[in-house]
């Protein structure tokens, strides 16, 4: 029986706890990335990857501030999956799935060779939340979407909010 994505979520909140700003970062992202993956389709097994990688995917902001006095995308792709695997192995996970989702988070920064629609899908949802939060401007979400962007339901997300 698979684990429930709320378990994944208040397990989240409380790693988090006091951190609304991160919360809030991955609530977001796991919902863009949700409808996403419903919207394109996905097999069930495929979707459930995508929502818990979605809720995990900055895992490693925590332990990279510690480390390193920054929160850079490639020290949350080194520092976040061995934090994901200790969390996730708390739970009824298969190690493919422990394996997919640590593959996602220490990938999330990375935008060449993606390799599947959860990790094209995990990318769009937290460009579509990073791109709020970050107040960037139009020229560069039209750079974003042109080379990023390949799922329908993603670009139509990115165009009615942005441009």
Known sequence: MKENVST?????????????????????????????????????????????????????????????????????????????RKMLLKFNFEEAEIDRICYLIGHHHTYSNIDGID??????ADFLVN?????IKADQIKIIKNKYFKTKAGTGFLDKLFL
């Open 8 to 84: 994944i979520i208040n397990e989240m909140i409380s790693y988090y706890a006091g951190d609304v700003r991160r919360v809030n970062h991955f609530l977001k992202v796991f919902s863009f990335a949700k409808a996403i993956g419903e919207l394109e389709k996905l097999d069930e097994n495929t979707q459930y990857i995508l929502e818990v990688a979605a809720v995990l995917h900055d895992i490693g902001i925590k332990v990279s501030e510690q480390k390193y006095n920054s929160s850079a995308g490639n020290y949350q792709e080194i520092e976040g999956p061995p934090v994901a």
């Open 119 to 124: 990790y094209h899908i995990l990318i769009e």
């Open 131 to 135: 791109i709020y939060e970050d107040e």
